[in-house]
């Protein structure tokens, strides 16, 4: 029997490469928490909140970002926040993830870093146990901090520098290029951290350069903006340099004016190693299914492309080699045994 494309997107085997789990933090939980914390958030209810989530730019939408932070205190509430967000997952056919977090969002307000990465690895091992879902703990750098926040981030995860398997930038971009951040990737590639950055975003092509030239990147996370510089696009190319593109967060941070002119297809025909992501689907509007929809919907996308993103999805990960071969075998597998109407 022939299926739709939303339930054909849905039981297509994926990975989520480009999750900020604080971005998951529904208004429901964030006031369910605040109120077990004793903690004032500014919202009266969740209707408020998701009214109060129209940006304009990254910078506005960082801004409720971190103050929706303020929700997050014990390590069960991080547990409770990758655990709500990995029962979803499960639901919609994601099969390993490499969410980021963000330490200084949390130490700098006196919360431990170890509460915060005890809190999310034991969610993320019990979601391998009960979910079977993999993953690869990412933890982020913010660029608008200073470089010494971020070194002592580094220091804070040496105790756990074997469960977490890689270290990002992010944050605020424009005026914080990841040249400024070379000694910490350096000393991150020296401790056998995968090294990812968020770059072109809003920034420029350079923060692309920049990203792979100084920081190592192995995978550049949104990188909207190498289309404006065919050098780069086609070096992106020819090193099969993985995109993280978030389609959704995109269209809602007015990086690009609508879906429509999305440059995802673009990317893809150019032979880019592209993959479709949700960012932080509880401001956004979707979770990663939503994000593959509705980039097929409005760009014409079809049942074999989004085939292909989903491959792509575990090509650009940070699984051993085995791992990612069957999990292309099974996304192949699948799309053989599933007609789409
Ligand atoms: N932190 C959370 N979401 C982000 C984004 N889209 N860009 C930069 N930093 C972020
Ligand atoms: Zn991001």
């Known amino acids: ?63 409720l970002y971190y103050a929706g932070c303020a929700a997050l205190v014990t390590e069960d509430d991080f547990y409770d926040l990758t655990w709500a967000y990995l029962t979803r997952a499960a639901q919609e056919g994601i099969v390993h993830v490499e969410p980021f977090f963000d330490p200084q969002t949390h130490t ?14 034991r969610a993320l091992e019990d979601g391998q146990e009960l979910y079977g879902i993999t993953y690869r703990l990412i933890m982020s750098f913010l660029r608008d901090r200073p470089v010494e926040s971020a070194m002592r981030t580094l220091e804070h995860a040496r105790l756990y520098r074997r469960r977490i398997a890689g270290v990002g930038l992010d944050s605020a971009e424009m005026g914080h290029q990841p040249e400024d951040f070379a000694e910490v ?42 289309l404006q510089s065919p050098a780069l696009l086609s070096r992106l190319a020819r090193d099969r340099v993985p995109l ?3 389609p959704l967060s995109n269209v809602r941070l007015r990086v690009v004016p609508d879906m429509a002119s999305h440059p995802l297809k673009k990317l893809m025909d150019s032979e880019l190693l592209v993959t479709v992501n949700s960012d932080d689907p509880a401001y956004f509007g979707g979770y990663l299914t939503d994000n593959y929809l509705a980039a097929a919907e409005a760009l014409g996308l079809s049942a074999a492309q989004l085939t292909d993103l989903a491959a792509n999805s575990f090509a650009a990960s940070f699984l051993d080699d085995d791992e990612k071969d069957a999990r292309i075998l099974e996304v192949r597998h699948y799309a053989a045994h599933t007609p789409v109407e």
Do not use: W
């Not at 339930?7 to 604080?22: D, F, R, S």
């Open 1 to 63: 029997m022939p299926v739709d494309l939303r339930t054909y997107a849905l039981g297509l085997p994926k990975a989520e490469l480009h999750l900020h789990l604080e971005g998951t933090l529904e208004p429901e939980m964030m006031l369910a928490l605040a109120q077990r914390n004793g903690v004032e958030v500014r919202y009266e209810s969740a209707e408020a909140a998701r009214a109060a989530y129209e940006f304009h730019d990254l910078q506005s939408f960082l801004d």
């Open 108 to 121: 700098d307000r006196g919360v431990l870093f170890g509460t915060v990465v005890q809190g999310i690895l």
């Open 185 to 226: 990737f350096d000393i991150a590639r020296e401790r056998g951290y995968h090294v990812v950055a968020h770059a072109g975003e809003e920034g420029p092509p350079a923060y692309i350069a920049g990203a792979l030239d100084v920081l190592g990147a192995e995978r550049i996370d949104h990188g909207d903006a190498c």
């Open 244 to 246: 993280t593109i978030c």
